[in-house]
């Protein structure tokens, strides 16, 4: 056969996890309960359902390639231009098509550790060099990233807040990083978790945006919106970046359902509102418990948190499964003692509260 780049070959594959059912069929369970993959615990809003369900004769044609109506409702909401968005077939798509529209093999790529895993998998997919600066208590240590900055460097990615620490850069931090990365370089900043943060709390990307050009702002429908299995995300930039990232993109990326239900989800506000209370308050519950039981966690502004057992957790992880809670193991990006928990629903979080306590033997 033959051989894939250097790049290629120093990947390990994506972990996905096993379908619930087939779980469910191995432990001889039923009810297992999903806190793995930082999805919606609502389901599918009302709205999204019925803009698909009307968009269903149409799937004999390909999609709108250009997402006409979509980029209008996205331009409406936030106030910018349809030409400075790219849409993509989820927020990772975007990642892997804004590298491959400004780097090269042997270009740097700089991103943190435990910084989102789709960054390194992609910069190494196209055979780029990883600049993978050390985190500072977990998060992006911005100072490291502007000192490891060369000629070579092409692109920078910032998840805010991060997965799969939760770790949050304020909009002053964002900003004077910003001003010191030279406008050649791409920065990604990654929002695929900002409708969680609170709303005086989130970063004024789209006003960064204005300041710099070389701002480019991701974000996804798979999260606060709750279409993880469309696949679709978006990315706001100004707009000479979008055309060039629109020239690397494939024609119909976006599916005509994922289109539809976006249209309809971004206008409500109501489902998006009622994810983002229940995830604030469920938060509070995870901190409240993690603190009576004496475990570390670190403190998240995302729809997740990341609890350190002090031990090598993949057994916890088992024990959990084998109670009927998958929660996600995150060895893979260098933090085997911690495992992430996406919050849930209120009787979700406690079957792995109660979970936990039996697992660990404490004392509710
Ligand atoms: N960015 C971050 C930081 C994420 O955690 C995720 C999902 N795990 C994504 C992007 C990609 O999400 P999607 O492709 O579903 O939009």
Redesign the pocket.
């Known amino acids: 056969l033959p051989l894939a780049n250097q790049g290629v070959q120093s990947l390990s594959p994506y972990q996905a996890g096993k379908p619930i059912e087939e779980l469910e069929r191995e432990l001889g369970i039923s009810n297992i309960i999903k806190l793995a ?2 999805e919606n615990p609502f389901g599918l809003p009302e709205s999204a359902k019925q803009a698909i369900i009307n968009q269903l004769d149409e799937l004999t044609r390909y999609p709108d390639s250009n997402g006409f109506a979509l980029k209008q409702s996205i331009a409406e909401k936030f106030t910018v231009q349809p030409e400075q968005i790219t849409l993509a077939n ?4 975007f ?1 892997e098509l804004v590298a491959h529209t400004f780097a090269s093999e042997q270009d740097e790529i700089i991103y943190s550790q435990y910084a ?1 895993i ?1 960054y390194p998998l992609i910069t190494k997919a196209i055979n780029a060099v990883a600049r993978e600066i050390p985190a500072k208590n977990w998060g992006h240590d911005l100072d490291g990233f502007l000192a490891a900055i060369n000629e070579k460097t092409k692109l920078i990615y910032i ?1 805010n807040p ?2 799969p620490t939760g770790n949050f850069l304020t909009e002053s931090e964002i900003d004077d990083f910003l001003r010191q990365v030279p406008e050649r370089i791409i920065v990604v900043l ?1 929002e ?2 900002t409708e969680f943060t609170a709303e005086k709390e989130r970063v004024d990307s789209f006003g960064l945006l204005k300041k710099y050009p070389n701002l480019v702002i ?1 974000r ?4 606060a919106y709750g279409l ?1 299995g469309l ?3 978006y990315a706001v930039s100004n707009p000479e970046i979008a055309d060039l990232v629109n020239r690397v993109r494939q024609p119909f990326n976006v599916n005509s359902l994922a289109q539809a239900a976006a249209i309809a989800v971004l206008k409500d506000d109501a489902f998006v509102q009622k994810v983002a209370e229940n995830n604030r308050t469920e938060m509070q519950r995870y901190e409240t418990f993690c603190q009576q039981h004496g475990l570390d966690y670190i403190p998240s502004k995302g729809n997740f948190i990341t609890i350190d057992f002090k031990q090598p957790a993949v057994s916890i992880y088992q024990a959990l499964l084998h109670e009927g809670v998958i929660v996600r193991p995150i060895a893979g990006y260098g933090m085997p003692n911690h495992l992430r928990v996406s919050v849930g629903l209120p009787e979700e979080n406690q079957r792995f509260f109660t979970a936990v306590e039996k697992v660990l033997q404490i004392t509710p």
């Open positions: 993959s930082n989820g927020s990772n798509d990642i989102f789709v998840a991060n997965n990654d695929a978790y991701s996804t429908l798979s999260k993880a696949r679709i995300g």
